[in-house]
């Protein structure tokens, strides 16, 4: 029903930037809420940020004024530029999508890996 595609990750230096991106089809409109989380080896999948249908945006206390999420015009690609990158970002990354019917039901598209040496 929702398929998610990740792009963007790579080696970087510390304090250096990526900006990912998450490619989406299916039932996605520029109202539905999508996020991107990432997961570090040996850790729980945490939410960095959120991005609604009105554009605003949620973030997560660690990225610090470092991370913005953003969206286009029709809502099917969303954008995490990451600025200032440390050792401890380095995670796979991953584009969700909340879509709700009967519940809220949470889509992933595969990950994108992110690794900053310091």
């Known amino acids: 029903q929702v398929h998610l595609v990740e792009s963007g990750g790579g080696l970087v230096q510390a304090g250096g930037s990526l900006r990912l991106t998450c490619d989406a089809s299916?039932?996605?409109?520029?109202?539905?809420?999508m996020a991107w989380y990432r997961q570090a080896l040996g850790k729980q999948r945490e939410l960095v940020a959120q991005i609604y249908g009105d554009r605003g945006a949620y973030y997560a206390d660690f990225v610090k004024g470092r991370f913005t999420i953003s969206r286009g015009n029709f809502g099917t690609t969303v954008w995490l530029q990451m600025d200032g990158l440390q050792p401890e970002d380095t995670a796979v990354y991953y584009c969700?999508?909340?879509?709700?019917?009967?519940?809220?039901?949470?889509?992933w598209g595969q990950g994108t890996q992110v690794t900053v040496s310091s």
């Open positions: 969700n999508a909340k879509v709700e019917s009967l519940a809220i039901r949470d889509y």
């Open positions: 299916g039932t996605i409109s520029s109202l539905t809420p």
